[in-house]
């Protein structure tokens, strides 16, 4: 489903602060700074494209489909996903964690980088790394991806294998990255909308029953 596609492919080429030894992505994939930014991710399902909000521990992506707007709301801090219909009032609540496993053990994905030199990417000085990201599954990430000082991840580009052994190749980069406060209502589920909440279904169920919300999910 695509915006499963467009977390798992965020997600994956989420890497860290500048280290040399391998570390676990999702402990890293959060710069202690607030910032906001155009960001565009693509993959062999197309690009997308939308505006970021990020806290430490929070972040939220808006973005369009083929269906309409959508947004992902990521909540590290409650283990907590949502997937949100603007058009239709509407969300879905998933545990991190079970999403994680059925994206092939991405909850468990390593990073190991080596730098390659500073570059500057979109008025933003980085440094390039050339970055190895290996999952529990048979998952990988191989590519290069660009920090700034503060640990944002700016670009990031290369192939992602799924467990299948399914080479794809992905991309995301920001944007007129703006580093500053952030309000905090951005990370809050709206009132007034609908809500399912699959958060407590384990894992081993999570994937059956979000193949059956498919026609909902991809506004069919």
Same mark, same amino acid.
């Given at each position: 489903?695509?915006?499963?596609?467009?977390?798992?492919?965020?997600?994956?080429?989420?890497?860290?602060?500048?280290?040399?030894?391998?570390?676990?992505?999702?402990?890293?994939?959060? $710069?202690?700074?607030?910032?906001?930014?155009?960001?565009?991710?693509?993959?062999?399902?197309? @690009?997308?494209?939308?505006?970021?909000?990020?806290?430490?521990?929070?972040?939220?992506?808006?973005?369009?489909?083929?269906?309409?707007?959508?947004?992902?709301?990521?909540?590290?801090?409650?283990?907590?996903?949502?997937?949100?219909?603007?058009?239709?009032?509407?969300?879905?609540?998933?545990?991190?964690?079970?999403?994680?496993?059925?994206?092939?053990?991405?909850?468990?994905? @390593?990073?190991?980088?080596?730098?390659?030199?500073?570059?500057?990417?979109?008025?933003?000085?980085?440094?390039?790394?050339?970055?190895?990201?290996?999952?529990?599954?048979?998952?990988?990430?191989?590519?290069?991806?660009?920090?700034?000082?503060?640990?944002?991840?700016?670009?990031?580009?290369?192939?992602? @294998?799924?467990?299948?052994?399914?080479?794809? $190749?992905?991309? @995301?980069?920001?944007?007129?990255?703006?580093?500053?406060?952030?309000? $905090?209502?951005?990370?809050?589920?709206?009132?007034?909308?609908?809500?399912?909440?699959?958060?407590?279904?384990?894992?081993?169920?999570?994937?059956?029953?979000?193949?059956?919300?498919? $026609?909902?999910?991809?506004?069919?």
């Amino acid at each position: 489903m695509r915006w499963l596609l467009v977390l798992v492919s965020v997600l994956m080429s989420l890497g860290a602060v500048p280290a040399i030894a391998a570390e676990r992505a999702l402990d890293l994939l959060d $710069p202690a700074v607030s910032y906001t930014a155009d960001f565009t991710v693509s993959s062999d399902k197309g @690009t997308y494209s939308g505006l970021l909000w990020h806290q430490p521990g929070r972040e939220r992506r808006s973005y369009m489909t083929k269906g309409g707007s959508q947004t992902i709301l990521i909540r590290r801090d409650l283990d907590s996903a949502w997937m949100m219909k603007p058009s239709g009032k509407w969300y879905v609540g998933l545990s991190l964690r079970a999403l994680g496993v059925i994206a092939g053990g991405i909850d468990n994905l @390593t990073v190991s980088r080596t730098p390659l030199g500073d570059e500057d990417v979109n008025g933003h000085r980085t440094t390039r790394y050339r970055v190895v990201g290996q999952g529990p599954r048979g998952g990988r990430f191989d590519g290069d991806a660009w920090f700034t000082r503060e640990g944002i991840m700016i670009k990031a580009a290369g192939t992602l @294998t799924d467990p299948d052994g399914r080479h794809i $190749p992905v991309q @995301t980069e920001l944007s007129r990255l703006m580093i500053g406060r952030v309000d $905090p209502k951005n990370f809050e589920l709206p009132s007034g909308w609908m809500g399912m909440d699959l958060r407590s279904v384990p894992a081993e169920s999570l994937a059956q029953a979000l193949e059956s919300l498919k $026609p909902l999910l991809e506004g069919r």
